[in-house]
T-cell receptor
Framework: GAVVSQHPSRVICKSGTSVKIECRSL??????MFWYRQFPKQSLMLMAT?????????EQGVEKDKFLINHASLTLSTLTVTSAHPEDSSFYIC????????????FGDGTRLSIL | QKEVEQNSGPLSVPEGAIASLNCTYS??????FFWYRQYSGKSPELIMS????GDKEDGRFTAQLNKASQYVSLLIRDSQPSDSATYLC?????????FGKGTRLHILP
C-alpha cells in the first residue's frame, strides 16, 4: 500500500517553457501533499505544502507565481514550473501523507527536469 | 530553528557487519521519527517508523529512539552492498516533518 505515482519521470525542454508535474496517491487519499526539490548531492528542500481544496503554503524563498501548485482532489496534486530557466533544472519530488499527521510521508519516484 | 543533525559520512562498513547510523534532533516535542533510504538519483523510500522510546526491529533493520537524549539511530545487521545509499532521518512534532541532510553509507564487498 501507500503508492505515490509521479509523472513524468524526466523532462527536457527549452528555456521559457512551462512544465507540469503530476503527483497521484494510487491507493489512499492524501489530504496533504508536499513538493520537494533536490539538487545533486544536496539534501531535500521543501518547496511547498499542498492541502486539498486550499491554497498551497510555500516555504520562504520559493516563488509562488513561478511554482504553481494545485491540489484539486484527494489523490492528485500538480506542480507547474512556469517559464522555466536553466537554474530551475533539478530533481523534483512529491510526497503524500497517508492518514494522521504523525504518519510517514510516502514519496513519488521524482521528476528530473532539465532546461536547456 | 528546529534541526535534525546527521553525520554526512561517508560511513564505510564491511559486508556482513553492522552499520550504525545516528541522528539527533533539537525539538524536544517531536513525536514521530522516520528513517528513509535514498539511492543515488532516486527518491527516498521509507524504511522504518518509530514513535516510542526503545527499539523497533524489522528484518535486518532496528530503529532505536531515546527521547530524553533526543537521539534516534538505525542499525543495519548483516550489511549488504545493496544497502549502500544515503539514509535520511526525519522528525516530526506538531509542525512539518524535518529531514536531516543524510548519511552516505558505503558497504565494502
Amino acid at each position: 500500500g501507500a503508492v505515490v505515482s509521479q509523472h513524468p519521470s524526466r523532462v527536457i525542454c527549452k528555456s521559457g517553457t512551462s512544465v507540469k508535474i503530476e503527483c497521484r496517491s494510487l491507493d489512499f487519499q492524501a489530504t496533504t501533499m508536499f513538493w520537494y526539490r533536490q539538487f545533486p548531492k544536496q539534501s531535500l528542500m521543501l518547496m511547498a505544502t499542498s492541502n486539498e481544496g486550499s491554497k498551497a503554503t510555500y516555504e520562504q524563498g520559493v516563488e509562488k507565481d513561478k511554482f504553481l501548485i494545485n491540489h484539486a482532489s484527494l489523490t492528485l496534486s500538480t506542480l507547474t514550473v512556469t517559464s522555466a530557466h536553466p537554474e530551475d533544472s533539478s530533481f523534483y519530488i512529491c510526497s503524500a501523507l497517508q492518514g494522521p499527521p504523525n504518519q510517514p510521508q510516502h514519496f513519488g519516484d521524482g521528476t528530473r527536469l532539465s532546461i536547456l | 530553528q528546529k534541526e535534525v543533525e546527521q553525520n554526512s559520512g561517508p560511513l564505510s562498513v564491511p559486508e556482513g557487519a553492522i552499520a550504525s547510523l545516528n541522528c539527533t534532533y533539537s525539538d524536544r516535542g517531536s513525536q514521530s521519527f522516520f528513517w528513509y533510504r535514498q539511492y543515488s538519483g532516486k527518491s527516498p523510500e521509507l524504511i522504518m517508523s518509530i514513535y516510542s522510546n526503545g527499539d523497533k526491529e524489522d528484518g535486518r533493520f532496528t530503529a532505536q529512539l531515546n527521547k530524553a537524549s533526543q537521539y534516534v539511530s538505525l542499525l543495519i545487521r548483516d550489511s549488504q552492498p545493496s544497502d549502500s545509499a544515503t539514509y535520511l532521518c526525519a522528525v516530526k512534532g506538531d509542525d512539518k516533518i524535518i529531514f536531516g541532510k543524510g548519511t552516505r553509507l558505503h558497504i565494502l564487498p
